[in-house]
């Protein structure tokens, strides 16, 4: 496809951020994502509930992953870039959209995948892993648990600079190159990754439904992030909230903290500017107990909104919980719940093993 980079302008409000990003590239579906109002009957009938539907943003690449890559790619082939570096768990969604958008943005896409298995024969071949594979993306490895800036990001710019050499030492690809690559950290939340819901927020105001805190799930930190770091520039009229589904409120404080430091804000902290909730994480990320599928299952069957077991499920679940027992952490009594999305496909894989030729497998040594 012919790709078209667009001129980005920030918000009149951001313009005096360091590190504005100077294009953007269209992947999400033209148009504001709608804002509902979520009537599940469980529910507390003092709250009004609104979703902001960024499920919608567009078929594979639905969520708000794709909000963050319409900038991370454009800085990639602003550079020349023609391969993208990323990392994230076996099924992760933020992975998915990268291999996704690669391909039809014409990149080639590297992905470290986070996983229990120990050969290719325990994998299964289903959902994201599946569609990450089927897109033609290499996709290498790592043992569960390995932290990101000590081990997987060492490994991703030995990559990158192989690739740079024309040798990949990691999958077998041995055709000359000696092309430039990019990297994505987790979750696509970096300082180019957050000016997606910036953007977002730009688009609540001109959107001008009235509600009085936002609450989103928090895995990797840049939704929250970009989020009340705008509302802070416009004179905090939100509040802000997280709902963990792994780490700690102190990690991800840290993260919007670095964040902050680097687009110039000073003179506050992320603890003034975001309520983060951890007390529904358990029993792990992407684990889940009763209670979490009965939610989810709930919200289907009364009012058609399909939430996931790792993300929107569990942030969901929490955000019932403190309206019902802890309603003096909100600002008021309407709320906006950010649908961050998700697409996890069952897909049958039988003669369709083919694809693995496209897609190298790697496994890393620890």
């Not at 078929?59 to 602003?78: D, M, P, Q, Y």
């Not at 092309?179 to 957050?194: A, F, K, Q, Y």
């Not at 003179?267 to 979490?292: F, M, Q, T, W």
Request: glycine share 8%.
């Amino acid at each position: 496809m012919a790709i078209k980079l667009s001129k980005y302008k920030a918000p009149v409000w951001a313009q005096s951020l360091k590190r504005i990003p100077e294009f953007k590239i269209q992947l999400a579906a033209p148009g504001f994502t709608p804002i509902t109002e979520w009537k599940l009957p469980d529910f507390p009938q003092s709250f009004k509930v609104l979703l902001k539907r960024d499920d919608y943003t567009g078929s594979i690449l639905s969520g708000n992953k794709v909000r963050k890559l319409e900038f991370i790619l454009a800085e990639a082939i602003a550079k020349g870039c023609k391969h993208v570096i990323s990392v994230g768990a076996l099924q992760s969604n933020h992975c998915r959209a990268v291999a996704a958008s690669c391909a039809e943005l014409g990149l080639q896409s590297h992905l470290f995948l986070r996983t229990p298995a120990k050969d290719d024969s325990q994998l299964k071949y289903d959902g994201n892993f599946f569609l990450n594979r089927l897109l033609g993306s290499h996709l290498y490895m790592l043992p569960m648990g390995v932290k990101y800036k000590a081990y997987v990001e060492p490994r991703m710019k030995a990559l990158a600079e192989n690739i740079d050499l024309g040798v990949n030492v990691y999958c077998d690809c041995r055709r000359e190159t000696g092309e430039s690559s990019h990297l994505v950290c987790v979750g696509g939340s970096d300082n180019t990754g957050i000016w997606g819901y910036i953007q977002c927020f730009a688009e609540l105001r001109q959107q001008a439904v009235e509600f009085d805190d936002i609450v989103c799930v928090c895995g990797s930190g840049g939704t929250v992030s970009g989020l009340a770091i705008a509302n802070y520039l416009c004179g905090m009229p939100y509040r802000c909230h997280g709902i963990l589904v792994c780490d700690s409120n102190q990690y991800f404080h840290e993260e919007v903290n670095g964040n902050l430091e680097a687009l110039g804000v000073k003179d506050v902290r992320s603890e003034d500017i975001v309520h983060l909730h951890d007390a529904y994480k358990e029993p792990g990320y992407g684990r889940n107990l009763p209670c979490h599928f009965e939610f989810i299952s709930q919200s289907a069957v009364q009012t058609g909104v399909i939430l996931d077991n790792t993300y929107t499920g569990k942030a969901a679940y929490g955000l019932r919980d403190l309206m019902q027992n802890k309603p003096g952490v909100f600002k008021g009594r309407r709320i906006l719940f950010i649908h961050s999305g998700w697409i996890r496909l069952p897909l049958k894989t039988s003669g369709l093993f083919c694809i693995k030729s496209r897609s190298p497998y790697t496994a890393l040594p620890v």
